[in-house]
Structures are given as C-alpha cells and as structure tokens.
C-alpha cells in the first residue's frame, strides 16, 4: 500500500482566448482591401496602355511627317526639272503657242520677263512652223506691253516665221498693243477689242479731311514731290504736267497700232479715243482681220494642227508649297526656279 502523497499544486491547463469578434469597421475595411489593390492594378495597366499607344501614335505621327517632307522635296525636284521643257515636247512640224492671259504686270504671269522668254523659245524651234498668242487680257502695263511688242517684231525679223493674235474674251489696252505686233489678229464675233487709250487714276481725300478736321502735313525736298498726293489739294501745273505726260504714251500706243496695223487699219474720230468694240465691229474697223480660233489658226492657217504650249508654267512645287502653307518651301521653290496703265 503506497503511502498517501502530499497535494502538490500544478498548474491548470491554458485555455484558448475567447474568440473576439470583429468590428463592424474593421470588416468592412479588410473587405474593401482588395478592392482597392484590385482597381489600383487596372488603373496601372490603363495608364501603360495608354503610354504605349500614345508612343505609337507619336512614332506614326514622326514617319508621316517624315515622308511627307521627303515627298516636298521629291516634288521640288521634279517640279524644277520639269520645267526645262515645254507641257508637250515636240515631235515634228507644230503650231508653237504662248498664252497672254491677265493683267499686264511685272509681277504677273503675263509679264514681259516670262512672256518674252517663252516666245524667243518658240521662235527658236526649228519644227515651229509659226507662233499663235492666244490673249485674253484686259491690258496693263505700257512698259512691259511695249517690251514684249519690241521683241516680236525683232524677232519675226530674224526668223522670218509668222506670228498670229488669237483673241478669246478680251484684248484690250495693253493687251491690244501686243496683239498689233502679230501678222494677222484672229477674233470671236463677241471678242472685245480695242480699249487704245491710258489712264491714270487716284482719289482725292481734302474734302473728307475738312469735315473731320484732319491736317494734311507733308513735308518735301522739291516743288513737286508731292505731286499727285490725294491728301493735297490738286495743283493745276501739276495736273497739266500729268496729262502730258500721259499723252505722250497715248500717243506711242497709237504709233504702234499704226505701225501693226498698217493700211488695214479703218480710222475715225473714235479709233484711239479709249472705246472698244466686239469682234465683228473690230474686222470692219481693221483693228482684227478674221474669225477663228486657236485649233482654226493651227489647222487652216499655219497648216499644223498639232499645238505645243511654251507658255511658262507655274512651277509645281511652288504650287504644293503654297498649298501646305510653308513659306519656306515656296522660298525654296522660288529659289530653285527662276507709267500708267493701258486700260
């Protein structure tokens, strides 16, 4: 029999912590949790799809443009080159035109610079059987008309080859006084021809500037710098000098028509007064000999009825330039190309 033990005292066994149970904030929390992980990794991808496309986009946008000035210059080149030669080359015996269309001026197409240059080409061709000017103008300047009738005539005289004046619309003023170089002038029956006058035009502000108080204050080194200022009153030495002067150039143009024209032409008190007829009045009056239009002229007259233009063109890749609004590339273009009015 064992002897009775003495009671020791042990430790009781450790019993779990009663379960706590959870807010309802921090719950709520740890369930919105993994929604914010969740919309925050879409927003990254979103964000690096768009970075990407964007890159993309810039790298398309670079070669557009990148081809587009490789384009400009290709058609720079090409534009330069190709106006070494005419719109059609000739291949035989042809009607060589040049188009007189505008208003006469230094600055325009139908100047004399590039009118000139274009008829001493067609003068030149040996396979140019004659030269038709197709003009449809209502004049301009005296000074390049007169340079351009100059050379005509010198012209015919050194290549003997004949020169024709086909008028559409219009061959008025300065327009005439090329048209008289030609050998004969062709019309419509509705042309209008004539206009054989100059005219020096302006205005006069004194009145205006006395109602509303305005002084004129013009200061000038000399009696007549400031002649014919519009803010002046006029000045009748002046007016008188200006009207001689314009006379005289009248009187140059009618020396030219009489000189072109000739015995042909049918003068009365209204020839070189400034009016103008259409084209039938013209034949009776001898300002025009014939009916007929360019194909008529090629085909009936010179007897070539195949036509090749040696009009200057406007150059191509000015034209493009102008059209994407690039003043440097018209620059280049233009770079790599190169007193009264009779009206």
């Known amino acids: 029999m064992n002897p009775p033990t003495e009671p020791t005292f042990q430790d009781s066994p450790e019993l779990p912590p009663p379960p706590v149970s959870p807010s309802p904030a921090s719950a709520a929390a740890a369930s919105a949790e993994p929604d914010r992980l969740q919309n925050l990794e879409s927003l ?11 890159r993309r986009s810039e790298r398309r ?36 035109l040049v188009e007189v269309r505008g208003e006469i001026a230094v600055d325009g197409a139908a100047s004399a610079e590039n009118l000139v240059a274009s008829i001493k080409s067609a003068f030149e061709d040996q396979t140019a059987q004659a030269v038709v000017l197709r003009i449809n103008s209502p004049g301009g300047s005296p000074v390049q008309a007169g340079i351009i009738n100059d050379e005509i005539r010198r012209l015919k005289a050194l290549h003997h080859k004949k020169v024709y004046a086909v008028v559409e619309e219009m061959c008025a003023s300065g327009a005439y006084y090329i048209a008289v170089a030609a050998d004969e002038i062709y019309v419509d029956k ?7 006058g100059v005219l020096m035009d302006g205005f006069g502000f004194t009145g205006l500037m006395d109602k509303l108080g305005v002084e004129r204050r013009l200061l000038t080194a000399g009696a007549n710098k400031g002649m014919l200022d519009p803010f002046s009153p006029q000045n009748e030495k002046q007016t008188a000098y200006a009207k001689a002067m314009i006379d005289q150039i009248h009187q140059q143009f009618i020396a030219v028509v009489k000189q072109g024209r000739g015995a042909r032409l049918k003068e009365t008190p209204d020839t070189f007064s400034g009016l103008f007829w259409n084209g039938e009045q013209a034949v ?14 090629a085909r009936e007259v010179v007897q070539a009825e195949e036509v090749i233009d040696y009009t200057p063109q406007e150059n191509v890749a000015e034209r493009l330039a102008k059209r994407f609004g690039a003043s440097i590339g018209a620059g280049a273009a233009k770079a790599l190309t190169q007193i009264g009015t009779l009206r």
């Open 44 to 54: 990254i991808r979103q964000l690096g799809g768009e970075v990407l496309r964007e």
């Open 61 to 96: 946008w670079k070669l557009v443009l990148r081809l587009g000035w490789f384009g400009l210059v290709l058609a720079i080149i090409w534009g330069v080159m190709s106006q070494r030669g005419h719109v059609n080359s000739p291949s035989g015996p042809h009607t060589a």
């Open 190 to 196: 509705a042309s209008i021809v004539g206009s054989i």
């Open 284 to 297: 009776e009056l001898g300002l025009a000999d014939h009916f007929g239009n360019l194909d008529y002229v």
